[in-house]
Each structure stands twice: as structure tokens, then as C-alpha cells.
């Protein structure tokens, strides 16, 4: 971590030599802690990168209240005890002007409790939970959707083509009950009948007990408030047992592509719920892409895109109070409202994501298509699902 | 509807009962407790994995070679590691296994990444009337069934064998009969490694392998000994049907989210009731 911070340093300084203007005064200097290593590694990482391309970016365009920004980055092991320790440190010992929040919601609900206390601005890209904003903390701001719209999209489309019962299964974990009752909650406004909810614990790989009474109820709709393991062994398990709802749709996980290269032709048809796609219609979609696609040599996964534009809300943000005055910054950011390439950026009074939006896709052949909502669409949806050895 | 989840419960439970063979063999043999047993069994996954990328070999095909691998591996760490704490007091042998379960996590997500893998082979069920027999689980059980029953002969009928079985009675005795106890010992312990790792090759084609995955299987195995009788070896069969069977009774009559926590009750009822387990511990 300590080479990271140092790597910025230097790149600062040979950026500074090279832009006099902006290199007079000393760097504003943003820090965050990032899961660098550790179970949440791979996509913090990509978190990581959004920041950097936008600290390489918003230098480009001239740096931020004419100074240059540098982020001041360490690791913090995915371990939430870990990031409370690194953002103390970030704010009373190296003095940072201001911070960003780290990946997950575990991490950042620790880690809010030393931004609260210090009274910093964090923007928060990549924390769902609902929870963490209904605090009464007064300087956290979302950017991603909670987690109880992401099963809006299957919903509304199954409500729209008069699908009449759901069945909802959730992990039982924080996220996944959010959106499992997220989506009770829409089905019941929708008019559409609960006939089976339950939850399994974390880990879980076998549902043939669970799949089985779902078999036996006929639900139209299965929603399933997943992660990639359990959306695996789930949509396996479904075919195994025949299990053929006329719309199946996951959360998280269904989204990867190493979501089709498992299941192939068995993902066909299934509908997923994302945060953000590089297909979607945004502006500055296409230069973030070639920006990053160019930097680090691989796509950006939506915690790449919401990173980058966290801090694009950050700067802007500081950007429009003139100042990095915490109360100046934070009253700005509450009023804002803005269209970054990841979205909608709007908050209410408790920092709480209101504009952005989630999208639903569906695999059709090999290929996610955006099906929902209809302004953002790439495709209309292929409906209903076939049985399953005609996919 | 029962038909289905008993099917099933029988379908995982010789899966687990193979897995939890291991772990009774280094039991029975040793009096050590292996916590390191799933993880084993990931790097049986990882193993399969590796093999199916690199030379795109049928997984089930695999399994001979990750034993191999396995067998290796668990030799070293009884030749290296283990050895040690054969004769001290079981906190010992719990604590070291306990490490050596921790850093073969760690060093797998160094070395490959906590990124998820999987080896897509055979989806899709045979149906027999209104029951289905998913493909992978049901071959997953014929191979669990055909090795457990293998070391079940080798147990029996081959001299190796037999000084396993009478090292696993009293060490003493055996030593003094002329077996080679260390040598046994490091035998024992590869056999274990073997079948986590045949394990591990199997349910690669079930789940996907992540070096977290072998964890839940130091749990279960355990369970599984202790229902069927510490260090008793068909009574870790009888477990582990037994466990299948008890997890999906449970999710189907109450929910799945309660079925681990029936099993772990069961646990504690038969150590309360018949500490020996069901068919009494340790008789080879």
C-alpha cells in the first residue's frame, strides 16, 4: 500500500513538472482504503481504477480549484476493523483534504463511523445498503441503487405481460434480503400474488428440497436475490428438477460472464439486474471506455464505472462549493443533479440515492441485452421462457 | 414431492460420506482431528480444474490423477507437519490443522485468485416417473460409492490394509508386531487427502470452486463421523446418507434456511444421547 501512495506520488510530481500551471500550489490530496487484497480483492481493484483514471482525468482537464488531485490509497484487506484504522489515519495523521469510501457495504458502514466523527464528505460509490444512509450520519452520499430496486425491472415487466404469482427466494445475508423484500414489496404494489418465499443460508449449493415445493406451486416468476454461486447452482438444479417458470431472474452474479461461460445455452433467457452496462446509453459512456479499455487493458466492471464516477460527483461537488470545506462540499452535493456516465446522480436529505437507476437484462444468445427500462433498452424481451431442453 | 428430496438426500449423503471417510481414517489412525480435510478437497477442485483447462480432460477422468496428486500432498504434510503432534494432546493436533487449514486458503487465493472457476460438464437430469436423477450428482454418487467401497476392501482384505486397521487398534501392538507406524501413518493421511481431493473433483462439476469452498466440508465430515461413530468406518457411510437425507427432510418440511441448523442439532442430541455415535466409535 505503501508503493501504491508512492507510485501516485511520483506520478504526481512528473505530471506537476509538466503542467506548470496547476502544479503551484500542493495537490489536493483525496484518500480512500480499497480492497486490494483479501476476499473483496478483484473488486476493489476495479474500484481502484475508476479512481484512478479519474484523477488522471480530472487533472488532464486542469485539476480541481486549480490544483492538482492525487489520491492517497491503502488497502484494507476487505477487513472492516482494517479500513476504520486506515481512514483515522488518512484523516489525523497524513491530513488528507478529503475522502472517498472503500468497496461494500460492510466496509463502508465501519468506515462511516470515522468520516461521521472527523465530519468528512465521503462520497460512497459502491455501498447498497439501505441502512448505512438511515443513520442520521450527515456526510455519507450514495451513488449506486439500493438494494431493493433490484428486482424492480423483473417485476415490472412480469406485472406489464400479466404474469399473476411469484415465488421469491433469497441468500439470507444483508444484501439479499434487502432485495428479496424489495421485491415482495413491488409484487404486492403490482398486484402480483407471493406464493412462495424462503430464504437459504449463505453457502448453500443444494436446492432440490426448496426447488421441489417450488415445482409443486407453478409460480410464473421465480426471483432470486442471488450471488454467483447460488444463481449457479440454482439455474442447474432448476433444469436438473424441470423447474420452468415463464420469467427467471437473479441479482447479483447473473451479470458476469462467468455467468453464460458455465451455464451457456441454460443462462438463455434469464433476466439479470445491473447496476450499470457498457452498452447503456449515458454521456462520455464511450471515452470512459476507450479511456480505461486503453489504461488498464481489460473492460471495466460496474464497480470500475461507479468508482470513476463517484469521484467525478465528488469533484463536481467540490467543484460547485468553491471550497473543500466539509459543510460547503456536503450542502452542494445535496443539491446536485447530474448524468455521469454510470447514471442519474440525485440524493435526498440523508444522502440516499433517489435518480439512479437499475437496469434489467436478458442473455439472448451469448450476448447480455438491456430490456429495461424502456428509455435505456437495447432489445425487447424474448418472453416467456422456453422449456428448457428448447434453449 | 418426498420421493424427490429423499432421492436427492441419498444423492448428496455418498458424497459426503466419502469425504468424511477421510476424515475418520485420520482419526481413527491418529486421534487428530483434520480441520484442513475441505480444504483438501478445494485443491482437489482446483486440481481438476487446472487439468480440464489445460488438457480439457472429461473431469470425471481426473479424478485418478487428483487422488494421485492429493495422496502426495497429504503424505508430505504428515511427513513435514503433522507428524509432530500425533502424540500430543488432541488441542495440539486441532490447533496445527487448524493452521495448516488457514494457509492453504490463503496461499490458494494467492496463487489463484479468489476469481470463481467452474468446469461446465453435465447438466440435466435422467427422470425415472416423476423422479429426476440429476446427471452430475448421480455420477458423483456411483464414483463416491465405487471409492468408499474400494477403501473398504483395502481396509479388509490387503495387508496394508490390515496394519492400518491395527495400527488404528493400538499402536503399540502394531509396532510391535513389526508394522511401521510412521509409515502408516503418512499412508493414512495420503488416503485421507486422496478421497477430500476426489471429492473435491466431483463437486467441481457441481459447484464452483473458490478457495473458500472447502470449509463447509471440514464441517459436514465432522458431523458426519460423529453421527456415524468417531473413528468408525462404516459408520461414517451410514452418516453420511444420513446427513443428506436430514438436510433435505428439513428444507422440505421446514425451510432450507433451518436444515443446517437440524443437522448441527442432531450433533449435539447424539452427543448428548450416544457420544459414540450411531454405531459406536472406533471399532475397525
Given amino acids: 500500500m505503501r508503493l501504491t501512495a508512492r507510485i501516485a506520488l511520483v506520478a504526481g510530481v512528473v505530471a506537476a513538472a509538466a503542467c506548470p500551471a496547476a502544479a503551484q500550489q500542493a495537490p489536493i490530496r483525496i484518500g480512500a482504503s480499497l480492497s486490494l487484497t483479501g476476499s473483496y480483492a478483484k473488486l476493489g481493484s476495479n474500484q481502484h481504477e475508476g479512481y484512478k483514471l479519474c484523477e488522471r482525468d480530472v487533472n488532464v482537464k486542469g485539476g480541481l480549484l486549480g490544483r492538482k488531485v492525487e489520491f492517497v490509497v491503502y488497502d484494507d484487506q476487505s477487513a472492516p476493523p482494517t479500513a476504520v484504522r486506515l481512514y483515522e489515519k488518512l484523516i489525523t495523521e497524513d491530513k488528507v483534504d478529503g475522502v472517498m469510501g472503500p468497496y461494500s457495504s460492510p466496509v463502508t458502514e465501519a468506515a462511516a463511523n470515522v468520516t461521521e466523527k472527523y465530519k468528512k464528505v465521503m462520497v460512497s460509490p459502491l455501498a447498497a445498503t439501505t441502512s448505512i444512509f438511515r443513520k442520521g450520519r450527515k456526510y455519507i452520499f450514495m451513488v449506486i441503487s439500493p438494494a431493493e430496486g433490484y428486482l424492480e425491472g423483473l417485476i415490472d415487466v412480469a406485472a406489464k405481460r400479466g404474469l399473476k404469482t411469484v415465488a421469491v427466494v433469497n441468500e439470507d445475508t444483508l444484501f439479499s434480503k434487502a432485495a428479496a423484500s424489495g421485491a415482495l414489496e413491488l409484487a404486492k404494489k403490482r398486484g402480483l400474488h407471493v406464493v412462495y418465499q424462503e430464504a437459504y443460508p449463505k453457502g448453500n449449493t443444494d436446492f432440490s428440497a426448496l426447488l421441489t415445493k417450488v415445482k409443486s406451486l407453478n409460480p410464473d416468476v421465480i426471483a432470486a436475490a442471488t450471488y454467483f454461486d447460488d444463481a449457479v447452482a440454482l439455474t442447474r438444479q432448476m433444469k436438473e428438477l424441470n423447474v420452468n417458470p415463464r420469467m427467471y431472474g437473479v441479482t447479483v452474479g447473473g451479470d458476469l460472464p462467468e455467468f453464460y461461460d458455465t451455464l451457456r445455452q441454460n443462462a438463455e433467457y434469464i433476466y439479470g439486474a445491473t447496476q450499470w452496462e457498457p452498452t447503456l446509453p449515458y454521456p462520455g459512456q464511450k471515452e470512459f471506455l476507450d479511456a480505461y479499455r486503453k489504461e488498464f487493458g481489460h473492460d471495466p466492471s460496474y464497480h470500475s464505472a461507479a ?19 466539509s459543510d460547503r462540499v456536503r450542502e452542494a452535493l445535496l443539491k ?20 439512479h437507476k437499475m437496469a434489467l437484462f436478458q442473455w439472448l444468445d451469448g450476448k447480455k441485452y438491456t430490456v429495461w427500462p424502456d428509455e435505456l433498452a437495447s432489445a425487447k424481451t424474448r418472453f416467456p421462457t422456453p422449456p428448457w431442453n428448447q434453449r | 414431492m418426498l420421493g424427490q428430496v429423499v432421492v436427492s438426500g441419498i444423492l448428496a449423503g455418498a458424497l459426503y460420506a466419502m469425504v468424511a471417510l477421510g476424515l475418520a481414517l485420520i482419526f481413527g489412525v491418529m486421534r487428530v482431528i483434520n480441520i484442513a480435510h475441505g480444504p483438501l478437497l478445494m485443491l482437489g477442485a482446483y486440481t481438476t480444474f487446472f487439468i480440464y483447462q489445460a488438457l480439457g480432460l472429461n473431469p470425471y477422468l481426473t479424478v485418478p490423477i487428483t487422488m494421485l496428486v492429493l495422496f502426495i500432498l497429504g503424505a508430505l504434510l504428515q511427513r513435514t507437519l503433522v507428524y509432530r503432534v500425533v502424540d500430543a494432546p488432541e488441542l495440539s493436533s486441532l490447533l496445527l490443522t487448524f493452521g495448516i487449514s488457514i494457509a492453504l486458503v490463503n496461499l490458494a487465493q494467492l496463487a489463484f485468485t479468489s476469481n470463481l472457476r467452474t468446469v461446465e460438464y453435465v447438466t440435466g437430469s435422467y427422470t425415472l416417473g416423476p423422479l429426476a436423477f440429476s446427471k452430475s450428482r448421480l455420477i458423483a454418487f456411483v464414483v463416491a460409492a465405487a471409492l468408499a467401497g474400494l477403501v473398504f476392501l483395502f481396509l479388509q482384505r490387503t495387508r496394508l490394509g490390515k496394519a492400518i486397521r491395527a495400527t488404528s487398534q493400538s499402536r503399540e501392538v502394531a509396532m510391535v508386531c513389526g508394522v511401521d507406524v510412521q509409515r502408516i501413518h503418512r499412508i493414512t493421511f495420503g488416503i485421507a487427502a486422496a478421497l477430500a481431493g476426489a471429492g473435491g473433483a466431483l463437486v467441481s462439476v457441481i459447484v464452483a470452486i473458490q478457495p473458500e469452498m472447502g470449509q463447509i466440508w471440514t464441517f459436514k465430515s465432522f458431523l458426519v463421523i460423529v453421527l456415524g461413530g468417531a473413528g468408525n468406518y462404516p459408520g461414517a457411510l451410514l452418516g453420511g446418507v ?24 442432531l450433533l449435539v442430541l447424539i452427543l448428548l444421547v450416544r457420544p459414540t455415535g450411531l454405531l459406536g466409535g472406533r471399532q475397525t
Fill in chain 2, 242 to 265: 444420513l446427513l443428506g437425507l436430514v438436510e433435505q427432510l428439513a428444507s422440505l418440511f421446514l425451510t432450507t434456511q433451518l436444515s443446517e441448523a437440524v443437522a448441527y442439532i
Fill in chain 1, 336 to 355: 446536485l443533479e447530474t448524468r455521469t456516465m454510470f447514471g442519474d446522480y440525485k440524493v435526498d436529505a440523508d444522502g440516499f440515492q433517489l435518480a
Fill in chain 1, 307 to 325: 468508482g470513476y464516477a463517484g469521484c467525478l460527483v465528488y469533484t463536481e461537488g467540490v467543484k460547485r462549493a468553491g471550497s473543500l470545506d
